[in-house]
């Protein structure tokens, strides 16, 4: 096994919240890539693979076209996407993605977490360096699918790292270069695949620092406090 899976096994921290958080972002996503692309799925390939990791997260159908619409209201929907990183505490780096819409109000809540547990919010660039960023899709399974077979087609691709899920065994993760994004997804598509879901992920380029348990369950305080901020999208260390 990979980099990728090795990172993804060790790390245990939740992605998301409960079910609102989690639609609540996966609207903003599907709201920023029909900004971006176009409202017709058939036209525009983010936004297919988005909406199918909505439907894979139960999203219920109204909720998706809601915010598909929400892309062509002219007073609504305009998020920007903005990185910000810093160290928690014990040098732990975090790196957070967000999407806002009043970027003052962003940074002073991230500033404030940082602050209450003892770390400390740091300039562009300061640990973004930590982190390969990748695409990452989740297909179905096959009968007598042979992995090693498709992670030699996927590398033509993009693909750097096919593996199959541990907790959802019927499903494979295939890892790839960020700019693969595109030519991924087509190979999918015209291989008829069944794709779960489509994104991007980072994977820590280094070694994973260990802690103590209750050093992780300081920083694991933090992780969670901005976790639940509505803005945040997604967090990642560096902590085993």
Known sequence: MGRAFEYRKARKM???GN???TFTRLGKELTMAAKEGGIHPENNPRLRAVIQTARSENMPKDNIERAIRRAEEKDKGDYREVVYEG????GIAVLIETATDNTTRTVANIRSYFNKSGG????SGSVEFMFDHMCVFRIKEEPDMDLEELELELIDYGGEE???DEDKEEEIVIYGAFESYGTLQKFIEERNLELVS?????????ELKELAPPEKEEVEALLERIEE?????????NMA
């Open 87 to 90: 160290y928690g505490p014990h």
């Open 162 to 164: 096919v593996f199959k």
């Open 229 to 237: 901020d509505d803005d945040v999208q997604n967090v990642y260390t």
């Open 19 to 21: 079910m609102s958080r």
């Open 120 to 123: 400390s919010l740091g300039t």
């Open 198 to 206: 489509g994104g991007f992920d980072r994977i820590v380029n280094g």
């Open 14 to 16: 939740k992605r998301w």
